[in-house]
């Protein structure tokens, strides 16, 4: 927990892994590309100080203060806010005046307003008004003993060229507390944004390269994709919905992946109906996500469904209601990183015990060649959880097919045949360590009467 008055990021994600390297007297330099977000960044860290009445200076020799009010305030950052408080000053200063005379104004403006914050943006744009080398050595180590001066956190706003990746500020990245480069590229017609750790004094680094994006109201939003150093184990019988699945499988546990896959030109209604199974038989919380159709569709679908058998019952709406949530993502208008972030958070808020993962292949599709890790991390998360986590694909793609195979402890195959001019639909079943296991038309039958049994029509 954040205590009041300490000096934050003002970011959980960054808070909450590079938090220590706030103590005072901290120096963190913020570099990176025009456009990538550093003045953001910036002035998240000043902004979200200010409200926690540590007093910010933001010193700028490129940026007008009306144009950077205006625009931060659509990302939910309000300086003129935090000026009215008196817990914010915004000052520009002419690159025109020689060293000596800025030096001499932040020295007077530091004395008086005494900020425990202070942003310079940029400082490159200040160490190239001279070409005394002398008198740039003496001003790298200027900046740098700011942060003893105001017994506070000096961020240095820094521009890298296109194209380079250094950060050419002499002594000053190496004597900094905090180096964090921010860069932006398009991957597969989508820009991606990440926040490279270069160095963060007294905090582990356990990741090189932390993705973010910049959104409306809600500014700078960092995400970190879960990695478990371990492979988490299963935990807890999991009901399942009728006797061949039980026979069958034997114990399905809670953390177990199930994959059920079904050609391009099918839609086995009575994979839904296994799914309701699953949630009634354990009284369990379903999260539906679906990577193809929208929430509304989704939940419909599955209503139509059971309808095609006969479930046609205000209970069994007034069930889906209360014990299923409904999610649809676009992977195509996401990093996968992004992505995966997202969906965490929802499992974090909904806690299901059930997660369906509908049309997964399109997410897969979507991040080829990369899916492998994020999908790996997903799963081992929701694993993690022990969270019964259900995959829906369609076996269009045999590496993406292979791959859920893999991942999954049970596997669970719709095949179609065509013998003469009628057709027979069988499934094949097989778990880690079992022989794998044909159902017939018959066995589905059964499983189907099973379900609807339990469901009391």
Request: contains cysteine; positive net charge.
């Given at each position: ?53 540590n ?34 000053l ?49 001003l ?20 890298l ?14 004597v900094?507390?905090a ?35 910049i ?14 150093e ?13 006797r ?7 114990d ?11 050609p ?71 990093s ?122």
């Amino acid at each position: 927990m954040i205590k009041l008055n300490s000096i934050v990021f003002g970011i959980d994600v960054l808070d909450k892994l590079f938090g220590s390297t706030l103590t005072s007297p901290s120096t963190i330099v913020v570099a990176g590309h025009p456009g990538a977000g550093k003045t953001i960044l910036a002035s998240t860290i000043c902004y979200r100080n200010a409200l926690n009445d540590n007093k910010c200076l933001y010193i700028s020799f490129q940026e007008h203060k009306e144009k950077l009010y205006k625009n931060l305030v659509k990302l939910g950052i309000d300086f003129e806010k935090v000026e009215k408080l008196g817990n914010f000053l915004f000052t520009r200063l002419p690159i025109v005046l020689n060293v000596n005379d800025i030096v001499a104004e932040i020295h007077r403006i530091v004395e008086s307003f005494k900020p425990k914050v202070l942003v310079i943006d940029s400082i490159n744009t200040f160490l190239l008004s001279t070409s005394d080398e002398s008198k740039r050595a003496w001003l790298q180590n200027y900046f740098y003993e700011l942060a003893k001066q105001i017994d506070g956190v000096v961020v240095l706003v820094a521009e890298l060229p296109f194209g380079s990746e250094t950060v050419d500020l002499g002594s000053i990245e190496f004597v900094a507390d905090a180096v964090f480069i921010l860069k932006h590229r398009v991957e597969d017609g989508r820009l991606v944004r990440i926040i490279e750790i270069r160095k963060a004094r007294g905090s582990p680094i356990t990741v090189a390269e932390i993705p973010f994006t910049i959104l409306e109201k809600q500014g700078l939003k960092v995400y970190v994709p879960p990695i478990l150093e371990d492979i988490p184990s299963e935990g807890g019988r999991v009901e399942p919905p009728c006797r061949h699945l039980a026979n069958a499988l034997g114990d399905i546990q809670k953390g177990h992946v199930i994959f059920i896959s079904y050609p391009s030109i099918a839609r086995p209604p009575e994979i839904f109906l296994q799914i309701y199974g699953f949630t009634l038989a354990n009284k369990a919380r379903a999260l539906v996500i679906s990577f193809r159709i929208s929430p509304a569709t989704m939940k419909q679908t599955i209503i139509k469904s059971l309808e095609s058998f006969g479930i046609s019952d205000i209970r069994v709406e007034k069930f889906i209601e209360s014990n299923f949530v409904f999610k649809s993502y676009n992977p195509f208008a996401y990093s996968s990183t992004e992505l995966m972030t997202q969906i965490i958070e929802v499992v974090n808020v909904v806690k299901p015990d059930i997660v369906l993962l509908h049309a997964f292949d399109i997410f897969a599709l979507a991040y080829k060649p990369k899916h492998m890790s994020t999908i790996y991390n997903m799963v081992n998360y929701m694993k993690s959880r022990k969270i019964l986590t259900i995959i829906m694909s369609i076996r269009a793609n045999s590496d993406i097919t292979m791959l859920f195979s893999r991942l999954a402890d049970i596997n669970i195959a719709f095949k179609y045949r065509f013998p003469g001019d009628k057709l027979s639909k069988i499934v094949y079943l097989w778990r880690r360590e079992r022989e794998p296991i044909v159902l017939s038309e018959n066995d589905l039958k059964t499983c189907r009467d099973d379900v609807i049994s339990s469901i009391g029509i």
